[in-house]
């Protein structure tokens, strides 16, 4: 079952411009990861956000999280033409037994940044 | 470097056919992980691995095996291939369950 869906499905903007990606999730979660692929390539450790925390920054990425709406949203700044990719959200469940190894992963968002 | 080695990147094979993925990671990671990425399905867990001999069953388990002998291996054994398990898997490490996932490059794998 999937765990996080991400929206939009796809997005499209110029170079410059800000993308924001948002993720929703069903269950309690530890921490919720984002990933970057590119074109059928291995995915890519973006940044991770833990269920106390409400925000972080890396870089042009600041990802926020509300555990009360369970969401989670990637807003990436000042967008490069390298930026284009899919983005995936991804969530680890709640501490203790084997489920703790789950990491579920959402669709993803499509993201074209235009030159 | 750092990194999560999966062989072979393309494999075409036909169905019946038992077959093993090898996964191995240099990082003395505790947590192993493989995936499958079909599309309109997203990336979906197979089996995972906690530690060595500790494995459990993800979303899609079905037709695939798993050991864990040793801290850096992680192979994906497919007995019996059937053309469903056409797909680009990935293998993945990390060293708890508090730290992001390190991926390999993908192995695209192709039943007949």
């Known amino acids: 079952s999937q765990q996080g869906e991400e929206d939009p499905q796809a997005l499209s903007i110029q170079e410059g411009e800000n993308a924001t990606m948002n993720c929703s999730y069903k269950?309690?979660?530890?921490?919720l990861q984002w990933y970057r692929q590119n074109s059928g390539r291995g995915l890519v450790h973006l940044i991770l956000?833990?269920?106390?925390?409400r925000e972080k920054h890396s870089g042009r990425l600041r990802v926020t999280l509300d555990t009360s709406k369970k969401s989670s949203s990637l807003l990436i700044t000042a967008s490069r033409a390298a930026d284009t990719a899919s983005y995936f959200c991804?969530?680890?469940?709640?501490?203790?037994?084997?489920?703790?190894?789950?990491?579920?992963f959402g669709q993803g968002t499509i993201l074209t940044v235009h030159p | 470097e750092a990194q999560v080695t999966q062989n072979p990147r393309y494999l075409i094979t036909v169905t019946g056919k038992k077959l093993t993925v090898t996964c191995s990671q240099n990082?003395?990671?505790?947590?192993m992980s493989w995936y499958r990425q079909d599309p309109g399905l997203g990336l979906r867990q197979i089996y995972y691995?906690?530690?060595?001999?500790?494995?459990d069953k993800g979303d899609v388990p079905e037709g695939y095996k798993v050991s864990r002998k040793e801290k850096r291996n992680f192979p994906l054994i497919l007995e019996s291939p059937s053309p469903n398990q056409t797909s680009l898997y990935f293998c993945?490490?990390?060293?708890?369950?508090?730290?992001?996932?390190?991926f390999g490059s993908g192995t695209r794998l192709t039943v007949v």
């Open positions: 991804a969530t680890r469940r709640y501490a203790g037994g084997t489920s703790y190894g789950k990491l579920t």
């Open positions: 993945a490490s990390s060293s708890s369950g508090g730290y992001g996932y390190t």
């Open positions: 990082m003395n990671h505790e947590y």
């Open positions: 269950t309690s979660i530890n921490n």
């Open positions: 956000i833990r269920s106390n925390e």
């Open positions: 691995s906690m530690n060595v001999e500790v494995t």
